[in-house]
């Protein structure tokens, strides 16, 4: 091998190395961004899925921009001024346009910097809108409530809030207490009105009864008037009389013959 031939294949193998060890290339993963600084200053380019060349000084930081989902214990108190413990959990994912100037502003470390303080505000903002009682009547109603008093704070500007749920709402003893209490008093309530209902239901119906047979009577009467009195008293006899005389009658004539 002459001299101009290791010659250059030295300078390949130090290109290869310089380039290994600069890495002037980046590799941004599916559902991703990278954000390009260069000795600490952010760049304005960002860099989409896949591969990049890059200057060999520049550096590259990843912000995953698909659905993530956060859970936040928050402390509040309800309209009537009940002490209210909740657990709220968010899917959201970070806006791709605003994926440098969250980097500017948190360096990465935006769960707990911006969005659990958020989502604690947004709580206490919301609670603060209902008794304690609706909050457990209303639930969709609070929840939708916390999800625009979310997207409200600035410091959510670089997310998309995909939904809002409420995992938990826990209340002080006292109210929990005074909530059976209530609940019982009304199921009771209740009983005593189905109770009182029925034994309307039941005189009504007494009623309608009573009615019906005094009707009956007055047509029945009405009826044997008509049709000659005692004569047809003595007809509806015959009609149920079974045939057999009696052995032995007593100071009367026998039924249904008129001896005169």
Do not use: C
Request: glycine share 4%; aromatic share 8%.
């Amino acid at each position: 091998m002459n001299t101009s031939k290791i010659v250059s294949l030295a300078l390949v193998v130090v290109v290869v190395l310089v380039l290994l060890t600069l890495s002037p290339f980046a590799l941004v993963n599916a559902g991703h961004r990278g954000v390009v600084t260069s000795f600490g200053k952010v760049k304005d380019v960002v860099l989409g899925e896949g591969f990049h060349f890059i200057n060999p000084v520049d550096s590259v930081k990843e912000y995953d921009v698909r659905t993530q989902k956060v859970e936040v214990q928050a402390s509040a108190a309800s309209g009537d001024l009940q002490s209210v413990e909740a657990t709220i959990a968010i899917n959201f994912h970070v806006n791709p346009d605003t994926v440098k100037s969250l980097y500017q502003e948190t360096q990465g470390s935006y769960k707990t910097t911006l969005i659990a303080p958020a989502i604690q505000e947004a709580v206490k903002a919301s609670t603060a809108q209902y008794t304690a009682d609706q909050l457990i009547t209303k639930r969709a109603e609070v929840k939708e409530a916390m999800k625009q008093a979310l997207i409200g704070r600035s410091s959510m500007k670089f997310f998309i809030v995909d939904d809002v749920s409420i995992v938990n709402f826990s209340f002080s003893d006292s109210f929990n207490i005074a909530i059976e209490n209530k609940v019982r008093a009304e199921q009771d309530a209740l009983a005593s009105k189905n109770k009182l209902e029925q034994t309307k239901y039941e005189a009504e119906q007494k009623i309608v009864s009573a009615t019906a047979e005094a009707e009956a009577i007055r047509i029945q009467a009405q009826a044997i008037t008509q049709q000659g009195g005692d004569a047809y008293v003595d007809l509806q006899a015959v009609n149920k009389w079974n045939g057999v005389l009696p052995s032995y009658v007593m100071g009367g004539s026998i039924p249904f013959i008129n001896v005169k």
